[in-house]
């Protein structure tokens, strides 16, 4: 079993940063791939950007390719996402997510979820 929380979500002005941290515990961090996703009220939760399981390949969403970076750090068992240049369409919840599939790039390939963690993006 694995336990993912996140942290860092917050109010933001447009233009502004963010990161937004999960910590994993449980089974070995290692051999998962994680990812974030968000979800709006009405909507289906939507791919962000993900992480394989091994090495550091990585894929984002093109809405926000070029803004957001994910990483993580396999010793400190902990996945970021660094979220910048902010839009008001970037307000959700955010989700980390972790699987046993090789690269996490849709919600049904998950296996483990965080319990969000609120952005709002809003001037």
């Known amino acids: 079993q694995v336990q993912l929380v996140e942290s860092g979500g917050g109010l933001v002005q447009p233009g502004d940063s963010l990161r937004l941290s999960c910590a994993a515990s449980g089974r070995t961090f290692r051999t998962l791939s994680m990812g974030w996703f968000r979800q709006t009220p009405g909507k289906d939760r939507e791919f962000v950007a993900t992480?394989?399981?091994?090495?550091?390949?990585?894929y984002y969403a093109d809405s926000v390719k070029g803004r957001f970076t994910i990483s993580r750090d396999r010793a400190k068992n902990m996945m970021y996402l660094q979220m910048n240049s902010l839009k008001p369409e970037d307000t959700a919840v955010y989700y980390c997510a972790a699987s046993n599939s090789e690269v996490l790039i849709a919600a049904r390939l998950a296996d483990y979820w965080g319990q969000g963690t609120q952005v709002t993006v809003s001037s």
């Open positions: 992480i394989r399981s091994i090495g550091t390949s990585s």
